[in-house]
């Protein structure tokens, strides 16, 4: 679990995370909400609904790149092959 939250928490993970909230939270906002706002309809629980449709995005892309890692991390220690001399290896640049 440790492991896990130290990788979400990192900034590579952070930073696709909010890049896939902003593309994919904003289109699903659009889709979802875009005529009420455009109306001037906003109330309190659709402010909710709207906060939560740009959250979701954000946990999906969290979850999916800290799975990845993890997996490319096993597949790792059970012999994948040696990176290349003078090109850095993709776990230290996925964990940075």
């Not at 906002?29 to 609904?49: D, F, K």
């Not at 790149?65 to 997996?71: G, N």
Request: with cysteine.
């Amino acid at each position: 679990m440790r492991e896990w939250l130290w990788l979400a928490c990192s900034a590579s993970v952070r930073r696709r995370a909010l890049r896939m909230a902003g593309i994919v939270g904003m289109v699903l906002l659009a889709i979802n909400h875009g005529e009420a706002v455009m109306r001037g309809e906003v109330s309190p629980v659709r402010l909710m609904r709207m906060v939560l449709t740009l959250i979701v995005p954000y946990l999906v892309s969290t979850f999916s790149s800290v799975s990845a890692i993890r997996e490319l991390r096993r597949s790792a220690k059970e012999g994948a092959p040696e990176p290349v001399p003078g090109r850095p290896d993709i776990l230290d640049r996925l964990a940075s």
